[in-house]
């Protein structure tokens, strides 16, 4: 699937996301405090709690539910809680925000291996 | 080039600080590490029960040759420095091995003291510091028979148990009649020393040594006055001395131990020192909880943050021999300027005393169940003033308050199995194997790698107890200062302080204005500051939604499964038809899965979509209603009785009441929830005394009751006073919260925050200071003028519903 444009990034809180509701789900759209835009599945690795809906910090966001840190560039649990959601290409043209989705299996690494792992 | 780091001294202290810099500046030096034992960095206090066989020395290491390696760090084992030349920057090891250096930290420890006497050079005679030492005491174990430990402090007294588990038979020999007599005081010291006979070692007290005796071999030791035992291996415990020979020898100042500053630094700026070596503001610790703070600070300065600042610890004691329950902590002596509590019961083998100054704790004594000493410890550092609570200080802190899901009993005789934290499910035996297997120290790793107590936290006195059952010493005290979180050093009530003295009127402002590590703040820093700017200039500050946790943002608890639930304002629970009929209508229109009554007298409307938020919202308020902030730091619910209206009982109006209460305070934010209730009369079944503000009705007025709440840990109120008229109920329940409000610290409830400022102090600011009172109840009612905007309402109108609806649908 190729690139689809979003909406424009004022639309999106500096701060904060916004939700974009695809066939595969929804998928929650970054904007951080200087303008750096991320994709990702809108799933916690945890418990697939709406990572849209959590508190954004430099590169990162803390999921709503029990507060895993998820680093928005690689969609990982910071240490010591372990897990990935997928992330998706985003890119930001004359202040419109484009997405690619990824055709990635969506299987996400749940918890549950140790921080060794 | 990058800058050369040479750490010299591969022990606790060093490695540490090695440790925490890391975290800070990852690639900022080349690290070179000197280490006279010829081991990687291992934990030296569990040494006893290595000694004791409850632990393998494979057990008690820190720090292997791979984390060296993955660090990039050269270690050279086994390679004492015997010169650090500070004009060519060199230092030069005993075998000639030398290494150039830009920056060097210094932590060498310290030395076993040996008494001079004659004979204490004889094979068999050694002391009890490193994993040698140990391996000595086992082959002698082995071998021979008589053991005499000369000392009867901690640490000869955890060789002597060590010994005995061993199988020989050991004397202690110690100079005072009173064991310990530096951390406990004569009754303590008596019960010790009873429940070490039992355990089969013989004492000797009041007893000094004249002369170790023996040929090729230790024989005996002879004492003053003429006695003489047989002995195999003789131990000296008799103290330790910061080991400065190095720094002396390099003509750094010393005294007692390496003299640094509050930076760790030494009289050369390029030489740091931390650790038992060194002498700060006078006092050489002994101690690793000390050294970890020296660390910390150290570290910040090598990681060129520059600005923490050690300022010196309060200790506290523990004996790791197992079975045997043992903490002291401060003055627990006392003199004729201090009071004494004691708690005496010899057939539980119990005693506590603690050592009262100024209404403060200024140390405490406990032997045999020990569980409380980390709270009074607390309490101690925090010079909390103790009298409003003071005849139950004995009992511990569970006692304070009621029952409750708070602190339970001892977790030394809990089962592996048991469950710990009952938020997480985390059960005994995964975290110790995580504060084993990780090599945890502080209660905060263990909340990152177990979760255990990072929830509702009514746990932690636990894992804080397992924390000290398992790693002995004490690690699982908190800093000094509790910090905000990890983007600053300072704490809650300093960044408060600083906001109003400096005129800080935003996030960034005070962020930059206290030097905050993470531009952003994080996500437990910034809704605490969005509280503290808010509070602090009404109608000035502009609140910022990104700040806030979801359920504030969307006015709504989000639910497990990301749906919402809706719980609008039902004035003192008091509710008609009309009300009833609106809310079915709109439960039905948007086909609401759960229509609950909640436990606060209101009705909530679980499972909502998002997107429908605002258009449920829209019609809740054409029917008059407003948000509940069952989702706020706020003003929650206002529970009442039917009273007098209806009630055989009832003495006043205590519906009435409770509406006009719940209508001067909602849409108040306040550094936690904020929960009321009014009672017809003492049998108060609305439950009024677990409230953070509860009102009970009495023939002759209002009672006012303060700081209390059901939930994680029960604590009923207490009684702040009692008044005539509703208007003086309206006017000290203002007063309170505004109190509250100015002082309370970010997800500090009533009950803790009255625990911290003590009851004496509310009532003075809210009763017995009438023209204070009147200002506080000003103030309230001032930023109550902003804050008394239906946030629903709002939403529901405002054309940009972005909050709430996805930016775009993708077929
Ligand atoms: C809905 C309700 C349960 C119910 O179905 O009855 C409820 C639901 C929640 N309570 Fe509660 N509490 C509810 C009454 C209570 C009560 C009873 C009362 O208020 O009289 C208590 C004990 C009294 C008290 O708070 O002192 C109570 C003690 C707690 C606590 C523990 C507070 C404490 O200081 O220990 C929490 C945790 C917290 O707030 O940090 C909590 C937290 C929560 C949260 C907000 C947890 C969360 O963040 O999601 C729950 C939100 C669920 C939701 O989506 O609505 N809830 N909660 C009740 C709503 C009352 C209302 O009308 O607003
Ligand atoms: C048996 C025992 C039990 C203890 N129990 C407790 C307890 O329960 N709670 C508690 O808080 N504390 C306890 N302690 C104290 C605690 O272990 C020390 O406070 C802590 O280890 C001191 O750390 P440090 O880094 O300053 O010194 P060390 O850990 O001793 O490290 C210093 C290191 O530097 C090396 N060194 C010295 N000079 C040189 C040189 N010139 N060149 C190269 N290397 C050198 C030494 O060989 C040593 O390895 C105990 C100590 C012992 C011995
Ligand atoms: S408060 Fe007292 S009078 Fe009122 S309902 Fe309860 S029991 Fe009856
Ligand atoms: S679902 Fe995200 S932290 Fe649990």
């Given at each position: 699937?190729?690139w689809i444009e979003v909406g424009s990034l004022i639309d999106i809180p500096k701060l904060g996301a916004r939700v974009v509701r695809?066939?595969?789900?929804?998928v929650a759209v970054f904007r951080t405090a200087n303008d750096g835009v991320f994709a990702?599945?809108?799933?916690?690795?945890?418990?697939?709690?709406?990572?849209s809906q959590?508190?954004v910090?430099?590169n990162?966001v803390?999921?709503?539910?029990?507060?895993?840190?998820?680093?928005l560039?690689?969609?990982?649990?910071?240490?010591?809680?372990?897990?990935?959601?997928?992330?998706?290409?985003v890119k930001v043209e004359g202040g419109q925000v484009f997405l690619?989705?990824?055709?990635?299996?969506?299987?996400?690494?749940?918890?549950?291996?140790?921080?060794?792992? | 080039?990058?800058?050369?780091?040479?750490?010299?001294?591969?022990?606790?202290?060093?490695?540490?600080?090695?440790?925490?810099?890391?975290?800070?500046?990852?690639?900022?030096?080349?690290?070179?590490?000197?280490?006279?034992?010829?081991?990687?960095?291992?934990?030296?206090?569990?040494?006893?029960?290595?000694?004791?066989?409850?632990?393998?020395?494979?057990?008690?290491?820190?720090?292997?040759?791979?984390?060296?390696?993955?660090?990039?760090?050269?270690?050279?084992?086994?390679?004492?420095?015997?010169?650090?030349?500070?004009?060519?920057?060199?230092?030069?090891?005993?075998?000639?091995?030398?290494?150039?250096?830009?920056?060097?930290?210094?932590?060498?420890?310290?030395?076993?003291?040996?008494?001079?006497?004659?004979?204490?050079?004889?094979?068999?005679?050694?002391?009890?510091?490193?994993?040698?030492?140990?391996?000595?005491?086992?082959?002698?174990?082995?071998?021979?028979?008589?053991?005499?430990?000369?000392?009867?402090?901690?640490?000869?007294?955890?060789?002597?148990?060590?010994?005995?588990?061993?199988?020989?038979?050991?004397?202690?020999?110690?100079?005072?009649?009173?064991?310990?007599?530096?951390?406990?005081?004569?009754?303590?010291?008596?019960?010790?020393?009873?429940?070490?006979?039992?355990?089969?070692?013989?004492?000797?007290?009041?007893?000094?040594?004249?002369?170790?005796?023996?040929?090729?071999?230790?024989?005996?030791?002879?004492?003053?006055?003429?006695?003489?035992?047989?002995?195999?291996?003789?131990?000296?415990?008799?103290?330790?001395?910061?080991?400065?020979?190095?720094?002396?020898?390099?003509?750094?100042?010393?005294?007692?131990?390496?003299?640094?500053?509050?930076?760790?630094?030494?009289?050369?700026?390029?030489?740091?020192?931390?650790?038992?070596?060194?002498?700060?503001?006078?006092?050489?610790?002994?101690?690793?909880?000390?050294?970890?703070?020296?660390?910390?600070?150290?570290?910040?300065?090598?990681?060129?943050?520059?600005?923490?600042?050690?300022?010196?610890?309060?200790?506290?004691?523990?004996?790791?021999?197992?079975?045997?329950?043992?903490?002291?902590?401060?003055?627990?002596?006392?003199?004729?300027?201090?009071?004494?509590?004691?708690?005496?019961?010899?057939?539980?083998?119990?005693?506590?005393?603690?050592?009262?100054?100024?209404?403060?704790?200024?140390?405490?004594?406990?032997?045999?169940?020990?569980?409380?000493?980390?709270?009074?410890?607390?309490?101690?550092?925090?010079?909390?003033?103790?009298?409003?609570?003071?005849?139950?200080?004995?009992?511990?802190?569970?006692?304070?308050?009621?029952?409750?899901?708070?602190?339970?009993?001892?977790?030394?005789?809990?089962?592996?199995?048991?469950?710990?934290?009952?938020?997480?499910?985390?059960?005994?035996?995964?975290?110790?194997?995580?504060?084993?297997?990780?090599?945890?120290?502080?209660?905060?790793?263990?909340?990152?790698?177990?979760?255990?107590?990072?929830?509702?936290?009514?746990?932690?006195?636990?894992?804080?107890?397992?924390?000290?059952?398992?790693?002995?010493?004490?690690?699982?005290?908190?800093?000094?200062?509790?910090?905000?979180?990890?983007?600053?050093?300072?704490?809650?009530?300093?960044?408060?302080?600083?906001?109003?003295?400096?005129?800080?009127?935003?996030?960034r402002?005070?962020?930059?204005?206290?030097?905050?590590?993470?531009?952003d703040?994080?996500?437990?820093?910034?809704?605490?500051?969005?509280?503290?700017?808010?509070?602090?200039?009404?109608?000035?500050?502009q609140d910022d939604a990104q700040s806030?946790?979801?359920?504030?943002r969307?006015?709504?608890?989000?639910?497990?499964?990301?749906?919402?639930?809706?719980?609008?304002?039902?004035?003192?629970?008091?509710?008609?038809?009309?009300?009833?009929?609106?809310?079915?209508?709109?439960?039905?229109?948007?086909?609401?899965?759960?229509?609950?009554?909640?436990?606060?007298?209101?009705?909530?409307?679980?499972?909502?979509?998002?997107?429908?938020?605002?258009?449920?919202?829209?019609?809740?308020?054409?029917?008059?209603?407003?948000?509940?902030?069952?989702?706020?730091?706020?003003?929650?619910?206002?529970?009442?009785?039917?009273?007098?209206?209806?009630?055989?009982?009832?003495?006043?109006?205590?519906?009435?009441?409770?509406?006009?209460?719940?209508?001067?305070?909602?849409?108040?934010?306040?550094?936690?929830?904020?929960?009321?209730?009014?009672?017809?009369?003492?049998?108060?079944?609305?439950?009024?005394?677990?409230?953070?503000?509860?009102?009970?009705?009495?023939?002759?007025?209002?009672?006012?009751?303060?700081?209390?709440?059901?939930?994680?840990?029960?604590?009923?109120?207490?009684?702040?006073?009692?008044?005539?008229?509703?208007?003086?109920?309206?006017?000290?329940?203002?007063?309170?919260?505004?109190?509250?409000?100015?002082?309370?610290?970010?997800?500090?409830?009533?009950?803790?925050?009255?625990?911290?400022?003590?009851?004496?102090?509310?009532?003075?600011?809210?009763?017995?200071?009438?023209?204070?009172?009147?200002?506080?109840?000003?103030?309230?009612?001032?930023?109550?003028?902003?804050?008394?905007?239906?946030?629903?309402?709002?939403h529901?109108?405002a054309t940009d519903k972005h909050e709430f609806i996805p930016i775009k649908q993708?077929?």
């Amino acid at each position: 699937m190729g690139w689809i444009e979003v909406g424009s990034l004022i639309d999106i809180p500096k701060l904060g996301a916004r939700v974009v509701r695809t066939a595969q789900g929804d998928v929650a759209v970054f904007r951080t405090a200087n303008d750096g835009v991320f994709a990702l599945d809108d799933k916690c690795p945890h418990k697939g709690g709406p990572l849209s809906q959590g508190i954004v910090f430099d590169n990162r966001v803390a999921c709503p539910l029990h507060n895993w840190v998820i680093d928005l560039e690689q969609g990982c649990a910071t240490g010591p809680d372990v897990g990935c959601t997928r992330k998706h290409e985003v890119k930001v043209e004359g202040g419109q925000v484009f997405l690619k989705l990824s055709t990635a299996s969506n299987v996400m690494m749940f918890a549950g291996q140790t921080a060794e792992a | 080039m990058k800058e050369r780091l040479v750490l010299i001294g591969n022990g606790m202290a060093g490695v540490r600080t090695l440790e925490e810099m890391l975290k800070l500046a990852p690639d900022a030096y080349d690290i070179t590490v000197f280490g006279a034992e010829p081991y990687g960095n291992y934990n030296r206090i569990l040494l006893s029960p290595v000694l004791a066989g409850e632990k393998t020395i494979g057990e008690i290491m820190l720090n292997d040759d791979a984390w060296y390696a993955e660090h990039g760090i050269t270690l050279h084992k086994g390679k004492k420095i015997t010169q650090l030349d500070r004009i060519k920057r060199l230092v030069i090891a005993d075998d000639g091995t030398s290494a150039p250096y830009d920056r060097v930290l210094l932590a060498t420890g310290s030395n076993p003291f040996v008494i001079p006497v004659p004979g204490n050079d004889l094979p068999g005679v050694i002391t009890f510091r490193d994993i040698y030492d140990v391996d000595r005491m086992l082959e002698a174990s082995t071998q021979y028979q008589h053991a005499v430990v000369i000392g009867g402090g901690l640490l000869g007294l955890e060789a002597a148990n060590g010994l005995k588990q061993r199988g020989m038979s050991v004397t202690v020999v110690h100079l005072t009649n009173s064991l310990m007599e530096r951390q406990l005081d004569v009754v303590a010291g008596a019960l010790l020393k009873k429940s070490l006979e039992e355990r089969g070692l013989h004492f000797l007290m009041a007893t000094s040594t004249e002369a170790i005796v023996g040929d090729a071999r230790v024989k005996g030791v002879r004492f003053k006055g003429g006695l003489e035992v047989a002995a195999d291996l003789v131990v000296m415990a008799v103290g330790i001395r910061p080991n400065t020979d190095l720094a002396k020898a390099s003509g750094l100042h010393c005294e007692r131990g390496v003299v640094v500053s509050d930076t760790m630094q030494t009289f050369d700026p390029r030489i740091y020192a931390v650790g038992e070596c060194v002498q700060h503001r006078g006092t050489a610790y002994g101690l690793v909880a000390p050294l970890f703070e020296q660390a910390k600070v150290c570290a910040n300065h090598l990681a060129q943050l520059g600005y923490a600042r050690y300022e010196g610890s309060m200790t506290s004691t523990k004996l790791k021999v197992t079975g045997i329950d043992l903490f002291s902590a401060g003055d627990f002596t006392g003199d004729d300027s201090t009071e004494d509590i004691v708690l005496k019961d010899a057939a539980r083998g119990v005693y506590k005393k603690i050592v009262i100054k100024d209404n403060k704790i200024a140390g405490a004594v406990m032997y045999g169940d020990t569980g409380d000493g980390a709270w009074y410890f607390q309490l101690m550092r925090d010079g909390t003033d103790v009298s409003d609570f003071r005849e139950h200080l004995l009992f511990g802190q569970h006692h304070l308050g009621d029952a409750g899901h708070g602190q339970s009993n001892r977790v030394a005789a809990m089962a592996d199995g048991a469950e710990i934290c009952g938020c997480n499910g985390v059960c005994k035996s995964e975290i110790v194997n995580a504060i084993v297997g990780k090599k945890l120290f502080t209660l905060e790793e263990v909340r990152a790698h177990t979760k255990a107590s990072s929830s509702c936290g009514s746990c932690t006195g636990l894992v804080e107890q397992l924390l000290a059952l398992t790693l002995g010493g004490d690690y699982s005290q908190a800093p000094k200062k509790k910090s905000m979180c990890g983007c600053t050093e300072h704490t809650h009530d300093e960044v408060r302080a600083g906001i109003r003295a400096n005129n800080l009127k935003t996030m960034r402002a005070v962020r930059d204005f206290f030097e905050w590590k993470n531009p952003d703040g994080c996500a437990s820093c910034r809704p605490a500051l969005n509280f503290y700017l808010l509070s602090t200039w009404p109608g000035e500050y502009q609140d910022d939604a990104q700040s806030r946790f979801i359920n504030e943002r969307a006015h709504a608890n989000i639910q497990k499964d990301g749906t919402y639930s809706v719980i609008p304002r039902i004035w003192g629970g008091e509710t008609n038809p009309a009300e009833l009929r609106a809310i079915a209508d709109v439960a039905e229109k948007y086909n609401v899965p759960t229509v609950k009554i909640t436990g606060g007298q209101r009705i909530d409307l679980l499972g909502v979509k998002k997107e429908d938020l605002p258009k449920m919202w829209g019609d809740l308020s054409k029917a008059g209603f407003v948000s509940g902030h069952a989702y706020g730091k706020a003003l929650r619910t206002v529970k009442t009785c039917v009273g007098k209206t209806w009630c055989r009982f009832g003495t006043q109006d205590s519906t009435t009441m409770g509406i006009k209460l719940e209508q001067m305070s909602w849409g108040s934010w306040t550094p936690h929830k904020f929960k009321m209730a009014v009672s017809g009369c003492p049998r108060n079944c609305a439950e009024a005394t677990i409230k953070d503000f509860g009102v009970v009705a009495v023939d002759s007025g209002w009672e006012l009751h303060v700081g209390g709440n059901g939930g994680v840990k029960v604590r009923a109120t207490d009684l702040l006073c009692k008044v005539e008229t509703m208007d003086e109920v309206l006017e000290y329940c203002a007063a309170f919260m505004q109190v509250y409000r100015e002082e309370g610290r970010y997800l500090e409830r009533t009950a803790p925050y009255l625990e911290r400022v003590g009851l004496t102090y509310v009532k003075q600011r809210v009763v017995d200071d009438a023209a204070g009172r009147k200002l506080l109840a000003a103030r309230f009612m001032e930023s109550q003028k902003l804050a008394q905007i239906d946030p629903w309402k709002q939403h529901a109108e405002a054309t940009d519903k972005h909050e709430f609806i996805p930016i775009k649908q993708v077929v």
